[in-house]
């Protein structure tokens, strides 16, 4: 029977958007209310099945493995919050690896070769924290690989043209339940020439067989990128697109990661500090 309990999540770039700040405090460690970013897709990782998750990072980012590992002095504080965290460090075993030279999404994940160790893998990408405490995002992903019988999925929602050009978009013929055999993808096409509106969106369940398409795929200025070796793959193995339900919080983006910010303090115990503040705040707007 199929399974996927393996994770590799790439969370090796620079955070240039976030500067001067991830000069010091990678990206994925800027948290998100009281966690850090990284913190809520292990948790989703882990809640669709993961029972290993290899994280890529870069010669920066240090504090990475230092968080998702046991530290005696905190451990001793008998803080709750430092109790959570452990509970979910005990929970799936933890990897690392350094991608030297960033030359794509592709090359981060060809990193996860030995790790994936013949295996099938989901893939959730460090820019994205997708809310969906019921069915997590990659958890759907999974079911629509097994669903498929071990085929290649690309996690997508629909965005307007103006969105969309920032990300793979899918072009396919028809969609049940979700599902969509994917006939072409473009990795930011043209607004002129978008295919349709469903996008790639930073999450996929991969097959072990997409290494050697990674390892064959073009540089594409300077880069290998994921998106093009699924589309190699297309007119062979095939590969699916699941329109997945849940916000997606694009994170990257300064806007998006404020977004997450106020959402995510309203599902917490702050809620009613925090809409009272909103409410007030909207008055004087």
Do not use: W
């Amino acid at each position: 029977m199929l399974s996927v309990t393996k994770a590799v999540i790439p969370a090796a770039g620079l955070g240039t958007r976030f500067l001067p700040s991830t000069k010091a405090v990678p990206k994925e460690m800027m948290t998100i209310v009281d966690k850090p970013t990284l913190h809520y897709i292990v948790e989703e990782a882990i809640l669709s099945g993961a029972k290993d998750i290899l994280i890529i990072v870069n010669d920066g980012k240090e504090a990475i493995p230092a968080y998702f590992s046991p530290h005696k002095i905190y451990d001793a504080l008998g803080k709750k919050a430092i109790e959570e965290l452990n509970d979910l460090l005990s929970s799936v075993r933890f990897h690392f690896t350094t991608q030297k030279v960033l030359n794509g999404n592709g090359s981060a994940i060809l990193l996860a070769k030995d790790f994936a160790n013949g295996e099938p893998f989901s893939v959730l990408f460090g820019d994205d924290i997708i809310y969906n405490p019921a069915y997590p995002c990659t958890k759907q992903l999974v079911d629509a690989f097994i669903k498929t019988g071990g085929k290649t999925i690309v996690g997508c929602q629909r965005r307007e043209p103006i969105e969309a050009i920032k990300y793979g978009v899918i072009s396919y013929d028809s969609m049940t339940e979700r599902l969509a055999k994917i006939e072409d993808i473009v990795e930011k096409p043209p607004i002129e020439e978008l295919p349709s509106d469903l996008c790639s969106l930073g999450r996929f369940v991969l097959p072990y067989s997409i290494f050697d398409a990674l390892a064959a795929t073009p540089l594409d200025r300077g880069e290998i990128i994921l998106a093009n070796a699924i589309r190699s793959i297309l007119k062979t193995t095939g590969a699916y697109a699941y329109e997945f339900e849940g916000i997606r919080y694009d994170i990257g983006d300064k806007f998006g990661f404020l977004q997450a910010n106020v959402e995510y303090a309203l599902r917490s115990p702050m809620k009613d500090k925090v809409t009272s503040y909103l409410k007030e705040l909207a008055t004087k707007l």
